[in-house]
T-cell receptor, first 116, second 111 residues
């Protein structure tokens, strides 16, 4: 299994509070992603990173920010949590070949976030 | 219309049966195709890539039909351990971000 961990694994927080989720990899992969998964939807991309300090928005980025100061860590911050952000959050990584992202993604175990 | 559509199921089949899922995609610029497996409350894991000529991995066979824009997954001699949700994934071009996940098809194998 790819070396990807997420923390915390579970969190309950109140509306309006900031929350930061961490993804840590030991694979030295270039690309890292944050997804959310909700019933009836496929995984939806929030933000992704293509290198240290290089990030870009995904499909559902509103209300989220990210940072990547080291290759191994990708942080997702909910600036002011809302109930609509209750979800399961997955981090994923992929390698780069010839400057392009590899086709295969490897996922972390997920963080279950509840906003009350 | 969703970019990637799957029958949500559940498919409930007896052990040893053959089961097939289809997945349709709407963007003709789609270039890469995959099946992922996701167990309950776990992360998705790559099951297999889908190649233009079709490919097989043990009991699993994947097919791609570009003309009709669908991919399929066939599972032969199903095992109890095959019970999971199967996600169809489509990548547009070579972009790192243009990866679209289907909502998944739930499969339950009964003894």
């Amino acid at each position: 299994d790819a070396g990807i961990t997420q923390s915390p694994r579970h969190k309950v927080t109140e509306t309006g509070t900031p929350v930061t989720l961490r993804c840590h990899q030991t694979e030295n992969h270039r690309y890292m992603y944050w997804y959310r998964q909700d019933p009836g939807h496929g995984l939806r991309l929030i933000h992704y990173s293509y290198g240290v300090k290089d990030t870009d928005k995904g499909e559902v980025s509103d209300g989220y920010s990210v940072s990547r100061s080291k290759t191994e860590d990708f942080l997702l911050t909910l600036e002011s949590a809302t109930s609509s952000q209750t979800s399961v959050y997955f981090c994923a990584i992929s390698e780069s070949t010839s400057g392009q992202a590899s086709y295969e993604q490897y996922f972390g175990p997920g963080t279950r976030l509840t906003v009350t | 219309r969703k970019e990637v559509e799957q029958d949500p199921g559940p498919f409930n089949v007896p052990e040893g049966a053959t089961v097939a899922f289809n997945c349709t995609y709407s963007n003709s610029a789609s270039q890469s195709f995959f099946w992922y497996r996701q167990d309950c409350r776990k992360e998705p894991k790559l099951l297999m890539s889908v190649y233009s000529s079709g490919n097989e991995d043990g009991r699993f066979t994947a097919q791609l039909n570009r003309a009709s824009q669908y991919i399929s997954l066939l599972i032969r001699d199903s095992k109890l351990s095959d019970s999971a949700t199967y996600l169809c994934v489509v990548r547009l071009g070579s972009s790192a971000s243009k990866i679209i996940f289907g909502s998944g098809t739930r499969l339950s194998i009964r003894p």
